[in-house]
């Protein structure tokens, strides 16, 4: 992979974390919105893909590999998003 690349996944991680603490801090978690909430959950899967495609390499791993991390990675965000779901009243 070449490096360029690489820093640029890094960058755009470091958006996406600084995006979301932006959320937290002006509040805009603090009121129940499973909008928001969704969306600071798919940030952070879009970030747990990076991870694992371009940090952990495993773009050109087997596919079983890809998508049994990707897979996992997806059934717990999607859990948790759910579990807000039903939790808000």
Excluded: C, N, Q
């Excluded at 490096?3 to 009121?31: E, N, Q, R, S, Y």
Aim: glycine residues 8%.
């Amino acid at each position: 992979m070449k490096p360029k690349l690489l820093d640029l996944i890094w960058l755009l991680l470091l958006a996406a974390t600084a995006f979301t603490w932006w959320l937290g801090h002006i509040g805009a978690l603090a009121v129940p919105r499973l909008s928001i909430v969704a969306l600071v959950f798919g940030l952070a899967w879009l970030k747990g893909v990076g991870v694992i495609l371009e940090f952990m390499e495993l773009r050109h791993a087997p596919a079983a590999w890809r998508w049994a991390l990707i897979g996992g990675l997806s059934f717990i965000t999607l859990l948790i998003v759910l579990a807000y779901w039903l939790a808000t009243p």
